[in-house]
């Protein structure tokens, strides 16, 4: 069975910073585009971060870019999102996602492989 699951989510202050990850497991996802997405209350799902399958090429979302680091680790079949400056506007549910078709259609949120999420709230 397929699975990306997700951790690292918590409460955190404003200025603060955790570090998410996302475990996969049932396949190697080295030959896989994976980036991160968030929803947060009221919002649609919006892309926050995506990786190449060899780590050579990020993107970000604007709201995010200069404060998240994504990268991974494919002997680990794991990718991970970096999170600095928190902003209590980045509070939402964080979801981990795989494509193998690449990070422009993963971007698009195209991606049959999706984790279940973890929570990041920052308090003001």
């Known amino acids: 069975q397929v699975q990306l699951v997700e951790s690292g989510g918590g409460l955190v202050q404003a200025g603060g910073s955790l570090r998410l990850s996302c475990a996969a497991s049932?396949?190697?996802?080295?030959?896989?585009?994976m980036g991160w997405f968030r929803q947060a209350p009221g919002k649609e799902r919006e892309f926050v971060a995506g990786?190449?399958?060899?780590?050579?090429?990020?993107y970000y979302a604007d709201s995010v870019k200069g404060r998240f680091t994504i990268s991974r680790d494919n002997a680990k079949n794991t990718v991970y999102l970096q999170m600095n400056s928190l902003k209590p506007e980045d509070t939402a549910v964080y979801y981990c996602?795989?494509?193998?078709?690449?990070?422009?259609?993963?971007?698009?949120?195209?991606?049959?492989?999706w984790g279940q999420g973890t929570q990041v709230t920052v308090s003001s």
């Open positions: 049932g396949r190697t996802f080295s030959s896989d585009a």
């Open positions: 996602a795989a494509n193998s078709l690449g990070t422009s259609r993963l971007r698009l949120g195209v991606a049959p492989y």
């Open positions: 990786i190449s399958w060899s780590g050579s090429s990020t």
